[in-house]
């Protein structure tokens, strides 16, 4: 049940005056719950619980955090109806999507709770003493990656469970032994209440730590900067707007010890068609473009907003059978009244920059806030010099720019923002000859797509979501996959520790069974 | 020769009009040569080139750089005794200590190379695609390291070679596949020219692209603030003080497009001395730490400037007993008179600070710019309670932190700002009594030794050089061992990308003969 207050761990709080709702956007209408906005000294609680449960935290073994994964995991599922209903009325996505995302999400907490039971995640290393080398004596070194404390989340708009409350950066800042505090989004409360309830379940039943987990409503900026300046506050996991995720970081790297912001921010997704895949795929290319810009009504981080080629036919017939496909498209429903919003501004203040021209929009009538997808294009050198069309709209939106020639192509990938992802539609001997232009693309990006499209991000361990600047904060860091969790994480030596004060992970005795570098070499053996 | 003038690229240029020396302490004489501090103009060219040559080095096989790294090497083995008498004239460090440096420095250069040969580095990870997955297909996903680009490196002042020119910042950034302009040291201008020459001259030797080294002369802040604010640099690797570093940081943290700098800044490296420790070992521990106070003139950045114990007869034997031996330590000279004026300085600020007690300082005359090592003392209560005791006094200082008991040691270590290094002495039943201690150092720290001297960082793969603000700006990262090199590169996917246009690091066949984790289980295998 939706109460509307926060969890300060375990205990639901309703201290402070400011209330809000959530809104239905299918049906125009508020949703009933009234949620409490958590007050200065909720935050301070929830930082204070998170830090001590850190103290223990830090130290449960992977076996003990693996439990409470799954649990966390088990009780989302348990959630039932309650979760998908709360979840499609606070999103007006469908209920098809809740359950895909639901399953995502269950998927991730479990794929973590695998890696930490088994523990070869932490790299351990070590480097045996030598005590008669000269001219000193070498010591016993040895290496783990620890937690780096308690971990903030902000909850994405466009993802109520996979990027949010129990999503990937909860799941793997939890799995590195760091207590979470999560920023809940205004936009779906409820939904994350009713998700906080289940991890609020999960750490009951498994024996975990008071104030591992503490859920905060907030309905403007308030909560979020006072989270991010807390002294006991370690690292920040942000998925959402440009402007939203520099703010933190900017606030996070003011702080007297700054810490890091992992921010999964713009990206406009460009996608690259060569001349011979459109000669010889313009009809098939057009047909799964007009799908991939309007998948969840264009609000996926890896939405192609930018498709690019070189003028001639086969780009005129793929423009023009892209714009017959896409209006054949029933327009969705957007996330929120704000979001079709800025969705109607920026196609508005883009269709207003010189050059840019409206191929194709939907024109027949909408229903309630729903997303009239469009399809636009511009001549290569107008779209060089205007930096303003390189600029994200959010939603079902793309841009065909037209080059002049290769190295039109190529000076305009070279001038484009960091970007999530690059595709590349090509026939095979194609790329070869556009080498220049497939480098150029790998270095604003940080996952390259071959004859498929951006949307749809596989959660596996070879997978790359964040890129360069925009597109995240650190280029380091992946927000999808297991190895996600090295954001939460620092190396840390011992030297000449006493076995038996050692944790398990570099024990003499290997107790755990993990793979380790000794003296450089990956082995399973004890000392 | 030295000459005076920057590296920008392969070419010597003295455009700029600034002109300066580097001093002799020990002499108390600048040296002869004059260096031209880098223009705007050779900042820009500089950076241009580097980004040039970006384009095909990151690409260069581990081979070429293994042979690149190694060649660096040999050439500043080459330069034989004018590097060292160079070292030794722009420094005041012993012949010995710069011999031992430039073994340290050739030996992270061949420990690079001998890591990207091998190739496993780079963490390639191949999932490979399932067609018939239910209800979307699994496309064929495959990640692998790759270079950010530019790195700017700024040499250190207390260490000319191991962490300087073509010291482990240089090495790692090269190892890597980038680019890296080095900003010279003002104080030792002319051992980084010849280090410099040894670069260029490998470079040279072993086909690298022009720009791939640059090495800029400064004597102020200006030319690192250009190439911090430079958009085509991608990182920053910094070792200094925590005031230089943080700037620097600061500045990164600004831009349009943020960057990472790895500062590694300052450090206190407190020691907790326990009761039976003391009362076994007094005599031995006094001899050992005044050893470690001074050793290369207090001048290290894992000088332990904190010696904690608990108020007794053990600890007021082990503060007279060190307090004997340190004045029997012959002074050394410190680097420059403007560092031994800040030691002097700091050491009075400490001084005037209420509750700290000089136990002994060297009194009698001392040569040009040495300095005389001190012993202070002060009650637990009243460290606690002043920030300003926490501060680091760069040079043979240290102070005795006698506290009432376990509880106020434990809360002193709370309040401790982030360390390179703790340091638990103790006999090892006395470790288990004082757990809490030990945790509350471990979140400090990131490097923990036992019953040794924080002095002396061994490059080896389980070495952690780094830990929390402000010993380092992110302690995800280690600056010392092969590990060091993941500053400078980030994850890459591929999806569904033809197996001939793959790097040879994810090609089916496994040219490299690589560790690769194949659907997440470690192998050398082919696909």
């Not at 076996?63 to 606070?90: R, V």
């Not at 007006?92 to 895909?100: D, E, H, I, Q, Y």
């Not at 990656?145 to 902000?154: E, K, S």
């Not at 979020?224 to 942000?238: I, W, Y």
Request: net charge negative; hydrophobic share 40%.
């Amino acid at each position: 049940m939706i109460t509307g207050k926060n969890y300060i761990g375990a205990e639901r709080s309703a201290a402070g005056s400011k209330i809000f709702s959530t809104f239905n956007p299918v049906s125009n209408i508020e949703n009933e719950p009234q949620f409490y906005e958590a007050s200065s000294e909720e935050i301070d609680k929830a930082v204070a619980l998170a830090w001590k449960a850190f103290t223990c935290y830090q130290d449960y073994s992977g076996e003990q955090k693996s439990e409470f994964l799954n649990a966390i995991a088990d009780e989302i599922e348990a959630l039932g109806d309650e979760l998908i209903n709360t979840y499609c009325a606070e999103s007006g996505l469908p209920r098809g999507r809740a359950m895909g995302e639901r399953g995502r999400t269950v998927f991730q907490l479990r794929s973590f709770a695998e890696l930490v039971k088994k523990g070869d995640w932490v790299e351990a290393s070590i480097d045996t003493a030598q005590p008669d080398r000269a001219p000193i004596p070498k010591p016993d070194i040895r290496k783990m990656m620890i937690p780096l404390g308690p971990v903030v989340v902000f909850g994405a708009s466009n993802f109520p469970l996979a990027y949010s409350t129990a999503g990937g950066d909860t799941a793997a800042a939890l799995a590195a032994g760091c207590p979470v505090i999560v920023k809940s989004h205004p936009m779906h409360a409820g939904t994350g209440e009713l998700v906080a309830s289940a991890i609020i379940k999960a750490a009951e039943r498994t024996g975990m730590p008071e104030g591992v987990f503490s859920n905060l409503n907030s309905s403007g900026i308030e909560v979020g900067v006072q989270l991010v300046q807390h002294p006991k506050v370690k690292a920040v996991g942000f998925t959402g707007s440009i402007r939203g995720g520099r703010a933190l970081y900017d606030l996070a790297a003011k702080r007297e010890e700054p810490i890091p912001v992992f921010a999964e921010m713009g990206s406009v997704n460009p996608v690259v068609f060569l001349p011979e895949a459109l000669k010889a795929r313009a009809e098939a290319l057009a047909k799964t473009y007009a799908g991939s810009v309007t998948l969840g009504t264009g609000q996926f981080c890896t939405n192609p907003g930018l498709l690019f080629g070189i003028k001639g036919a086969g780009l005129d017939h793929f423009i023009k059978r892209l714009a017959e496909e896409i209006v054949l498209i029933e327009p969705g429903c957007m996330l929120h009244p704000n979001i079709i919003g800025a969705y109607e501004a920026n196609k508005g203040k883009a269709l207003s920059q010189k050059g840019l021209q409206l191929v194709a929009e939907y024109e027949q009538e909408v229903g309630n806030n729903m997303a009239r997808q469009a399809v636009t294009t511009v001549e290569g050198g107008t779209f060089l010099d205007n930096p303003a069309l390189h600029q994200e709209v959010f939603g079902p939106f793309t841009m065909v720019v037209q080059c002049e020639d290769k190295a039109q192509l190529e000076a305009i990938i070279l001038k484009l923002e960091g970007q999530l992802t690059g595709t590349l539609i090509a026939e095979e001997d194609e790329a070869i000859a556009f080498r220049g232009v497939v480098e150029a693309l790998r270095n604003r990006v940080g996952r390259l797509i071959f004859n498929g499209v951006p949307t749809g991000v596989e959660v596996c361990p070879s997978m790359v979501h964040g890129g360069p600047y925009p597109a995240s904060t650190d280029s380091r860091f992946t927000a999808v996959g297991i190895n996600s969790i090295k954001r939460w994480v620092r190396p840390f030596s011992y030297q000449d520790w006493p076995n038996e004060l050692l944790p398990a992970a570099l024990k003499n005795e290997n107790p755990l069974g993990i793979k380790r570098y000794i003296n450089n070499q990956l082995s399973t053996e004890t000392l």
